[in-house]
């Protein structure tokens, strides 16, 4: 089995090139590779499928078909970093050759667009991640949704213990936000993966939170660990503006 290795911020993703959907992925296959000890290591899985394929039971008007497992084996409806590397590895391998390209998910159809970029080896997208769906609006906490769960917590002391709040609520992606003058820092704790360099949703859902607070405007730069991610607030929808990265190709061996 090949498989190409890609990072949004840090965020790093084995993928799956599955052009003739015979190759499916699991949750073993997920916790094999993705170790970071005795696999390739990533946060998580992609396997990537032609769109109209029946087998994946896309629709025909798609171009591509994510599925996503986290590093733990457990199935992610989303992510708003995967979803530019996924893109990104099937360009490189000519499975589309489009400059906007449509994938169906696991939390709906998302359409991405490729950018111009100056640095080399860098590609950068913008991704319609749809409706940020703010579920509830506390002082300093928020339920976000956003194809899966988020919860947005303010810690202006840098105080808070980030693993402990996400064993806390592993139903949830938890993200500490902190705020000095117009800047935004978040670090975030992924369910089934743990505290990762960046998350694409994650910072959506902070964008979000953010504004309905009144503390930011339409446009979001949230920085993580990995890098710095855009949001832009349009509507009904949050923009996700980022870079993908190919490292490597990689021969897995048979277990």
């Not at 590093?71 to 489009?98: F, P, Q, T, Y």
């Not at 950068?124 to 769960?149: H, W």
């Not at 810690?155 to 808070?160: A, K, R, V």
């Amino acid at each position: 089995m090949r498989l190409s290795k890609y990072h949004g911020l840090g965020n790093d993703f084995l993928v799956l090139i599955d052009a003739h959907g015979n190759q499916p992925a699991s949750a073993e296959l997920a916790r094999r590779v993705c170790d970071r000890h005795r696999g390739i290591g990533a946060d998580g899985l992609l396997r990537v499928t032609p769109g109209g394929d029946a087998d994946a039971g896309a629709a025909a008007d798609v171009d591509l078909v994510m599925e996503l497992w986290n590093a733990d084996g457990s199935r992610a409806e989303m992510s708003g970093n995967g979803i530019r590397c996924l893109v990104h590895a099937a360009l490189n391998a000519g499975l589309v050759s489009k400059a906007v390209v449509t994938v169906a998910t696991d939390a709906g159809i998302k359409t991405v667009s490729r950018r111009s970029s100056a640095e080399p080896g860098i590609a950068q997208f913008s991704v319609d991640m749809g409706v940020a769906k703010i579920t509830r609006l506390d002082d300093g906490e928020a339920e976000v949704d956003m194809g899966n769960p988020h919860l947005v917590i303010v810690d202006e002391s840098d105080s808070l213990d980030l693993a402990a709040l996400g064993h806390q609520h592993q139903d949830l992606n938890v993200e500490l936000v902190t705020t000095r003058g117009a800047d935004i820092t978040m670090r975030v704790w992924e369910r089934g993966v743990g505290e990762t360099l960046a998350c694409g949703t994650g910072s959506c859902a902070v964008a979000a939170a953010m504004h309905a607070w009144g503390r930011t405007g339409d446009q979001v730069k949230v920085h993580q660990p990995g890098g710095t991610a855009l949001v832009e607030l349009t509507g009904d929808s949050a923009v996700l503006i980022g870079p993908s990265q190919h490292i490597a190709d990689i021969e897995v061996a048979s277990p």
